[in-house]
């Protein structure tokens, strides 16, 4: 069994441009999330998907981020224009729900934007 | 929203002696607390966690404990090691259930 896989793990980009990150959940999982996470802070909340439907998403979520699930198996997270203060990790999260889930991380998406 | 804070901001102790890091939290609905560990570079990993039925969790070196008319729990790890040396995080499901809140988080470092 894999846990959480995150593609790129390192991404350096200039500002305007476009990147992607792909999250591929623990199979089984119907539900992922998407955190964000500056240095010296715990992760702040973005969008959870159950299966291919987008439930939430947080006032962080601008309309420059854009998060797909088309299968209800692996998701992206797209921003687009990106700016200096997207300079973050991005993190995927997975779970099975249920009254007491628990969360499982991947290890991160670093973003970069120069 | 749902307010979680954590304390100390950071925490060094000696080899061998204790650590013990607390959380409070606001919505009194709040029923599944879980504790992650994060080393540098890496993603949160799950070390522990309490549901609102039990008020003390323990797995070898350590332990979680939760006082639900105080809103309050916390983590104690034991015997520490160098190993145990990194960022601590605290959480609990926000109003909705749906989604998880994090505390700011705690570096410790165990000085050998």
């Known amino acids: 069994d894999t846990g959480v896989s995150q593609d790129p793990r390192h991404k350096i980009t200039k500002r305007g441009q476009n990147v992607t990150f792909r999250c591929d959940p623990i199979s089984e999982h119907n539900r992922l999330y998407w955190y964000r996470q500056t240095l010296g802070q715990g992760p702040e909340f973005l969008t959870y998907?159950?299966?291919?439907?987008?439930?939430?998403k947080s006032r962080l979520l601008s309309d420059r981020f854009s998060a797909e699930r088309p299968k209800g198996s692996f998701s992206t997270l797209e921003i687009q224009r990106t700016e200096q203060g997207d300079s973050a990790m991005y993190l995927c999260?997975?779970?099975?729900?249920?009254?007491?889930?628990?969360?499982?991380f991947g290890e991160g998406s670093w973003l970069t934007v120069v | 929203g749902e307010n979680v804070e954590q304390h100390p901001s950071t925490l060094s102790v000696q080899e061998g002696d204790s650590a013990v890091i607390k959380c409070t939290y606001s919505d009194s609905a709040s029923n599944y607390f879980p504790w992650y560990k994060q080393e540098l570079g890496k993603g949160p990993q799950l070390i522990i966690d309490?549901?609102?039925?039990?008020g003390e969790k323990k797995d070898q070196r350590i332990a979680v404990t939760l006082n639900k008319t105080a809103k309050h729990f916390s983590l104690h790890i034991t015997e520490t090691q160098p190993e145990d040396s990194a960022v601590y995080f605290c959480a609990d499901r926000d109003n909705y259930g749906q989604n998880f809140v994090f505390g700011p988080g705690t570096r410790l470092s165990v000085l050998p």
């Open positions: 999260a997975s779970s099975l729900w249920d009254p007491g889930n628990t969360i499982y």
């Open positions: 998907f159950q299966n291919e439907a987008q439930l939430e």
């Open positions: 309490i549901r609102s039925n039990v």
